[in-house]
């Protein structure tokens, strides 16, 4: 070691310095267990981390042929082929250890002189692995923490770190800071109705009612009443008090319309003079009722193809569309799809009483995934994993079955299809029906529970049941 700090590096002959006992000194330095074989596989060295990880001393080895230590060894192969070996998880028999093996053939002269052999106990490499994923997840609560610093209280059960997201949030939180009527576009499963409940909870208006109404849930000839309220003998079956409507219940607060592309267009006229004057009657009444309510609308449905198609008013788009928020949907912004997934793996857990831990493995199987069913089907998604989980770790195992089936498609297969049945749309009804008609069958025909399995809203459900001629029980 003295000769080393004589001499730049440029200058100093490597051999001259490499004699016996330096080498020996290097190689009983290695963390990793080594073994060194000659040409007919007689063990010539094995370094004192060999003690450590297989706890066998060097004279019981040492001087002894590797088949009859271990015949199982993937040295013989290298011995055999003269091609290195890496990165090869074996067994050790005798020990019942398991191991990942490195081994490299040496030459002299273009001639075979033996083996070197590097393994380590697959243990080490899973405790290693296990701290690589904690520090993962200490990672990702860091980065949740620090958001936490930054976005208002009302919006941080709102989960994203993406770009696009991140505009849609900030834009989101100017809403909430005036009365302005808002539009929130995007598909089913984005949070639509969860960010209408932030911008509410953040504006001036969050001591006063946030009420809410699914226009694609409730029958029309339900609708009206529902909305404006009826005066007592309204019509047959109408309570004797009368009933006040979601405005009179909203007044002073927020009235969020939810699916409002369902909404028929006869309501939907009788719905912009409301917003136009401020002032309706109910049903049956002819008392005018004045109303303060900011309105909330979303909507998972083009509504410019259907003022298109004259299915949905354009006065009345003009407005609503005052302030437009575009949910984005879980496929445009996959990065955070880990953070979204730790955030329900705790959720769960917590409510079942459970330990569970997410692999890399299930992660990359997450991200491989479209999810057409958005944030709200990759919750369900992890509820059903922590549900089947019992084990320590969370695989792929315990994902839904439907949930693998999407993923499990042959590319192959499908390039030995004949052209004509390779017609995109008509591959995603086939899968749709067949997911439709399963979750059906998988919770006894009960449609509530269907539309939570596949994470799709009624009017959704309801359109497909009858798009496919679906059969269901009454």
Same mark, same amino acid.
């Given at each position: 070691?003295?000769?080393?700090?004589?001499?730049?590096?440029?200058? &100093?002959?490597?051999?001259?310095?490499?004699?016996?006992?330096?080498?020996?000194?290097?190689?009983?330095?290695?963390?990793?267990?080594?073994?060194?074989?000659? %040409?007919?596989?007689?063990?010539?060295?094995? *370094?004192?981390?060999?003690?450590?990880?297989?706890?066998?001393? !060097?004279?019981?080895?040492?001087?002894?042929?590797?088949?009859?230590?271990?015949?199982?060894? =993937?040295?013989?192969?290298?011995?055999? #082929? $003269? /091609?290195?070996?890496?990165?090869?998880?074996?067994?050790?028999?005798?020990?019942? =250890?398991?191991?990942?093996?490195? @081994? +490299?053939?040496?030459?002299?002269?273009? =001639?075979?002189?033996?083996?070197?052999?590097?393994?380590?106990?697959?243990?080490?490499?899973?405790?290693?692995?296990?701290?690589?994923?904690?520090?993962?997840?200490?990672?990702?609560?860091?980065?949740?923490?620090?958001?936490?610093?930054?976005?208002?209280?009302?919006?941080?059960?709102?989960?994203?770190?993406?770009?696009?997201?991140?505009?849609?949030?900030?834009?989101?939180? #100017?809403?909430?800071?005036?009365?302005?009527?808002?539009?929130?576009? $995007?598909? +089913?499963?984005?949070?639509?109705?969860?960010?209408?409940?932030?911008?509410? *909870?953040?504006?001036?208006?969050?001591? /006063? !009612?946030?009420?809410?109404? *699914?226009?694609?849930?409730?029958?029309?000839?339900?609708?009206?009443?529902?909305?404006?309220?009826?005066?007592?003998?309204?019509? +047959?079956?109408?309570?004797?008090? $009368?009933?006040?409507?979601?405005?009179?219940?909203?007044?002073?607060?927020?009235?969020?319309?939810?699916? &409002?592309?369902?909404?028929?267009?006869?309501? /939907? @006229?009788?719905?912009?003079?409301?917003?136009? $004057?401020?002032?309706?009657?109910?049903?049956?009444?002819?008392?005018?009722?004045?109303?303060?309510?900011?309105?909330?609308?979303?909507?998972?449905?083009?509504?410019?193809?259907?003022?298109?198609? %004259?299915?949905?008013?354009?006065?009345?788009?003009?407005?609503? *569309?005052?302030?437009?928020?575009?949910?984005?949907?879980?496929?445009?912004?996959?990065?955070?799809?880990?953070?979204?997934?730790?955030?329900?793996?705790?959720?769960?857990?917590?409510?079942? %009483?459970?330990?569970?831990?997410?692999?890399?493995?299930?992660?990359?199987?997450?991200?491989?995934?479209?999810?057409?069913?958005?944030?709200?089907?990759?919750?369900?998604?992890?509820?059903?994993?922590?549900?089947?989980?019992? @084990?320590?770790? &969370?695989?792929?195992?315990?994902?839904?079955?439907?949930?693998?089936?999407?993923? @499990?498609?042959?590319?192959?297969?499908?390039?030995?299809?004949?052209?004509?049945?390779?017609?995109?749309?008509?591959? =995603?009804?086939?899968?749709?029906?067949?997911?439709?008609?399963?979750?059906?069958?998988? +919770?006894?025909?009960?449609?509530?529970?269907?539309?939570?399995?596949?994470?799709?809203?009624?009017?959704?459900?309801?359109?497909?049941?009858?798009?496919?001629?679906?059969?269901? #029980?009454?």
């Amino acid at each position: 070691m003295e000769k080393l700090q004589k001499f730049p590096a440029s200058q &100093i002959e490597w051999m001259d310095l490499c004699d016996e006992s330096f080498l020996v000194m290097v190689l009983e330095s290695m963390y990793d267990a080594l073994v060194v074989v000659d %040409n007919i596989g007689q063990i010539v060295y094995v *370094n004192p981390a060999y003690t450590r990880e297989l706890n066998v001393q !060097p004279e019981k080895v040492v001087g002894r042929k590797i088949q009859d230590v271990a015949p199982e060894s =993937i040295i013989l192969k290298v011995l055999e #082929t $003269g /091609q290195p070996e890496i990165g090869v998880q074996s067994r050790i028999i005798k020990l019942g =250890i398991d191991v990942i093996v490195n @081994s +490299t053939p040496v030459f002299k002269d273009g =001639i075979l002189s033996g083996v070197v052999s590097v393994f380590r106990d697959v243990t080490t490499v899973r405790k290693l692995s296990e701290q690589l994923e904690i520090m993962k997840d200490y990672q990702d609560y860091l980065r949740e923490q620090l958001l936490k610093k930054v976005i208002p209280e009302e919006f941080k059960g709102i989960i994203g770190n993406s770009a696009k997201f991140r505009n849609m949030l900030a834009r989101a939180m #100017t809403a909430s800071r005036s009365d302005i009527t808002v539009l929130i576009q $995007g598909e +089913t499963g984005t949070g639509k109705e969860l960010l209408a409940h932030a911008i509410h *909870n953040a504006s001036r208006r969050k001591q /006063q !009612p946030f009420i809410e109404i *699914n226009c694609a849930a409730i029958p029309e000839n339900l609708l009206e009443s529902e909305l404006f309220g009826y005066e007592r003998g309204a019509f +047959t079956g109408a309570r004797q008090t $009368g009933k006040p409507g979601k405005f009179e219940l909203a007044d002073k607060g927020t009235l969020f319309l939810d699916e &409002i592309g369902d909404m028929s267009l006869t309501l /939907q @006229s009788k719905l912009l003079r409301i917003i136009q $004057g401020q002032r309706f009657e109910r049903i049956g009444g002819t008392r005018s009722i004045l109303t303060d309510v900011r309105i909330i609308a979303a909507t998972n449905r083009k509504l410019e193809s259907m003022i298109q198609e %004259n299915s949905f008013r354009k006065d009345l788009f003009y407005r609503l *569309n005052v302030f437009t928020l575009d949910t984005i949907p879980l496929r445009d912004r996959k990065d955070d799809i880990p953070i979204l997934s730790f955030h329900f793996l705790k959720h769960f857990c917590d409510r079942e %009483n459970r330990k569970c831990r997410l692999s890399q493995s299930v992660i990359n199987t997450l991200l491989k995934y479209d999810w057409p069913g958005n944030v709200r089907e990759l919750m369900n998604v992890m509820e059903a994993a922590v549900v089947s989980c019992n @084990s320590r770790y &969370i695989e792929k195992r315990h994902l839904p079955a439907y949930f693998l089936a999407a993923l @499990s498609s042959d590319p192959k297969e499908i390039a030995d299809e004949p052209s004509n049945s390779l017609h995109l749309e008509s591959k =995603i009804s086939e899968i749709e029906k067949e997911y439709i008609s399963r979750a059906l069958k998988e +919770t006894s025909q009960n449609k509530s529970k269907a539309m939570k399995m596949l994470g799709i809203s009624r009017s959704a459900f309801y359109d497909k049941i009858k798009k496919y001629n679906i059969p269901t #029980t009454a």
